[in-house]
């Protein structure tokens, strides 16, 4: 049996996101406990993405963008923009708090934007452990060829 979930779409500032998960029809997917899609969306001068500081605990985060880009900032330190094809992996064991911003250059002119975010629910021995961030450039990460398809 095959079942279409339709994600609720909520406005952050001029920016659609869909969250497909969770829903009645299902709690998480695996270890997956939210998925959200952003844009694909045309920010203007003047609009921009400005997801405050809050905190995470618990999970881990998984962005990934087909456009655009989005600055990250923790309490752990890392300052990092994340464009296209590459992923950024956010784990909030026992607590971080971040914000999640276009970046400067790209507020002043027209700025694509289209990514997912994934949130983990880490397995409950890893619950409390220390919060990490790992940023992984496009170029960095395998990608093949299978049947007509191309994987990153």
């Known amino acids: 049996m095959t079942t279409i979930i339709a994600p609720r779409v909520h406005?952050?500032?001029?920016?659609?996101?869909r969250r497909a998960v969770p829903t009645l029809q299902a709690r998480s997917i695996g270890s997956f406990v939210f998925v959200d899609q952003m844009g694909p969306a045309l920010m203007h001068p003047g609009t921009a993405?400005?997801?405050r500081p809050h905190p995470h605990i618990g999970l881990a985060t998984v962005t990934y963008l087909w456009s655009g880009a989005i600055g990250h900032r923790d309490t752990l330190g890392s300052d990092q923009v994340i464009r296209p094809g590459d992923v950024n992996w956010?784990?909030?064991g026992r607590g971080i708090a971040h914000s999640e911003r276009t970046p400067q250059p790209d507020r002043d002119h027209d700025n694509p934007i289209h990514g997912m975010q994934t949130w983990v629910a880490l397995p409950k021995s890893h619950e409390e452990i220390e919060p990490a961030f790992y940023h992984h450039a496009a170029a960095t990460l395998p990608e093949q060829r299978r049947n007509g398809a191309w994987l990153r």
Do not use: F, H, K, S
């Not at 406005?11 to 996101?17: A, K, T």
């Open 11 to 17: 406005d952050i500032g001029g920016l659609e996101v």
């Open 90 to 92: 956010m784990t909030a």
């Open 49 to 51: 993405i400005d997801v």
